[in-house]
């Protein structure tokens, strides 16, 4: 029997014909980090907020209070979550001017700062609850008032602002300056995050323009430090990692490094890309859960890749960073979906979703595992692909094998739809195993589904493929 898999996980291939040893063409709730040399089942996904949050949430705060705010990308709503995990309407913001969707959101110097289309509101930290009071709309006038994007980070003591292509500011005194940077038209900002002693902005100029720039500006020289263009059409998120910074450009799924002055191709999220499908990072979308950063990838059209919460990272340093699709939402589905928020709070991961006029915030269940977390193998045997072959086993060895769990197998010959196998369990060699006889075999892929019960799951050490 040929071990196909021996416990070192990589995570997505590049594609079912090419990727490093040990990656799969597929990995869906999978969990390849927690126990080094294994994989088991992540933890679900489970709707916590219930039918009170009725909008899609793009922009999300957590709070020195202990309470999380969500803000509407529809509407002036904000909702507030409790530490406790009891959700309310907080507020629905209404402005003298623009549109009243929040498009940035963040707490500075004890107040809470959201900004819609023309108009900075804030309301201090003491008064943001269930029910917030004592709030000042209209606290700020934009000068630009760009309709899409106000992201907003902390630097330096002060909070920055983006608005069109200028960068605001609000400082320890509660001084707000409308253009404490200018970037060069038509570059819009997008999005915002600390770095050092830096901000790095990113910008867009027009989805049908391939060309933008990450700007560095070290928040006290009167012009913005250096710049690096890139062809793609628009940056949308920074994913960071302690100390490393990725930036989510274009929307054909290529994610570059940035390596202190200048961006470097990275890793791309396999798919099939192209005018009429393509996905994206929202910038609320990311987080990092137990030192592995994680980001929700959405849908923009066509469905170029499934759907859901991502981790690019490692177990340790020791291990090469890799990409696979973690977590799926509560709506049980990978496409035509958004993913418009993450949050992590210590163990917990806040996923805010919508699914066609479904839209909800997840929370991670610890009491449950996710029950349909399945992984497919890159194309087998390619070396003997002129050959043909006779398929007589397919075999998991386990570690542990709780009650009422086990492994669904699958096989494809000659890229055919996948058929189902029949398996039996050998508890002396640890292992299930299928033996079946499928001839003329020229090309294969095996699928493994994991079978769950409640909140155990098997944990898998090695797959096997028999053929003669």
């Known amino acids: 029997?040929?071990?196909?898999?021996?416990?070192?996980?990589?995570?997505?291939?590049?594609?079912?014909?090419?990727?490093?040893?040990?990656?799969?063409?597929?990995?869906?709730?999978?969990?390849?980090?927690?126990?080094?040399?294994?994989?088991?089942?992540?933890?679900?996904?489970?709707?916590?907020?219930?039918?009170?949050?009725?909008?899609?949430?793009?922009?999300?705060?957590?709070?020195?209070?202990?309470?999380?705010?969500?803000?509407?990308?529809?509407?002036?709503?904000?909702?507030?979550?409790?530490?406790?995990?009891?959700?309310?309407?907080?507020?629905t913001t209404t402005a003298?001017?623009?549109?009243?969707?929040?498009?940035?959101?963040?707490?500075?110097?004890?107040?809470?700062?959201?900004?819609?289309?023309?108009r900075l509101h804030r309301i201090a930290i003491a008064n943001a609850d269930d029910a917030w009071t004592g709030e000042a709309l209209n606290w700020a006038t934009f000068a630009v008032t760009n309709a899409s994007y106000h992201p907003m980070a902390k630097q330096d003591l002060t909070l920055f602002i983006g608005d069109g292509n200028r960068v605001c500011s609000?400082?320890?005194?509660?001084?707000?300056?409308?253009?404490?940077?200018?970037?060069?038209?038509?570059?819009?900002?997008?999005?915002?995050?600390?770095?050092?002693?830096?901000?790095?902005?990113?910008?867009?100029?027009?989805?049908?323009?391939?060309?933008?720039e990450?700007?560095?500006?070290?928040?006290?020289?009167?012009?913005?430090?250096?710049?690096?263009?890139?062809?793609?059409?628009?940056?949308?998120?920074?994913?960071?990692?302690?100390?490393?910074?990725?930036?989510?450009?274009?929307?054909?799924?290529?994610?570059?490094?940035y390596n202190g002055s200048q961006l470097e191709p990275y890793k791309r999220i396999p798919g099939t890309y192209n005018n009429a499908s393509y996905g994206i990072i929202y910038p609320h979308a990311v987080g990092c859960y137990q030192g592995r950063p994680i980001f929700g990838f959405s849908n923009g059209s066509g469905n170029p890749a499934p759907q859901g919460v991502y981790t690019l990272g490692s177990y340790s340093k020791d291990y090469t960073k890799v990409l696979d699709l973690s977590w799926v939402i509560s709506a049980a589905t990978t496409s035509n979906i958004e993913i418009g928020a993450i949050l992590v709070a210590g163990f917990d991961i806040l996923v805010a979703w919508k699914s066609g006029t479904s839209y909800g915030v997840d929370k991670?269940?610890?009491?449950?595992?996710?029950?349909?977390?399945?992984?497919?193998?890159m194309m087998l045997f390619q070396e003997e692909r002129d050959v043909l072959k006779t398929l007589r086993e397919v075999a998991a060895y386990y570690n542990s094998l709780p009650a009422s769990t086990g492994f669904t197998f699958y096989y494809s010959v000659n890229g055919a739809a996948y058929e189902e196998m029949t398996s039996v369990t050998d508890t002396i060699l640890a292992r299930v195993a299928s033996a079946l006889s499928v001839p003329k075999v020229g090309s294969l892929q095996v699928k493994v589904a994991f079978i769950v019960s409640g909140n155990s799951a098997p944990v898998m050490e090695a797959l096997g493929v028999e053929k003669e």
């Not at 219930?50 to 202990?66: I, P, Q, Y």
């Not at 404490?180 to 050092?196: F, V």
């Not at 991670?364 to 193998?377: G, L």
């Open 364 to 377: 991670i269940d610890y009491t449950a595992k996710y029950t349909s977390a399945y992984f497919e193998t």
């Open 214 to 257: 990450l700007i560095t500006w070290d928040c006290v020289s009167s012009s913005w430090n250096s710049s690096d263009p890139i062809e793609e059409p628009g940056i949308y998120a920074f994913i960071k990692d302690d100390n490393y910074v990725y930036v989510y450009a274009g929307l054909a799924g290529n994610i570059y490094f």
């Open 170 to 212: 609000v400082d320890d005194a509660g001084t707000f300056n409308n253009n404490a940077l200018d970037i060069k038209s038509p570059y819009i900002i997008t999005t915002m995050t600390d770095y050092e002693i830096d901000l790095l902005i990113g910008t867009i100029t027009a989805t049908t323009v391939n060309k933008t």
């Open 96 to 118: 003298a001017a623009g549109g009243v969707i929040c498009l940035g959101a963040e707490e500075y110097n004890g107040y809470i700062y959201w900004a819609t289309e023309s």
């Open 1 to 91: 029997m040929a071990i196909i898999w021996n416990g070192q996980f990589n995570g997505l291939a590049d594609s079912k014909w090419s990727g490093a040893i040990g990656s799969f063409a597929a990995c869906v709730g999978i969990d390849g980090h927690s126990q080094p040399g294994t994989i088991t089942v992540h933890q679900k996904l489970t709707k916590e907020s219930g039918t009170t949050v009725t909008e899609f949430c793009k922009v999300r705060l957590a709070a020195s209070n202990g309470y999380t705010f969500w803000f509407s990308s529809t509407s002036g709503k904000i909702w507030a979550r409790s530490s406790a995990g009891s959700w309310s309407l907080a507020l």
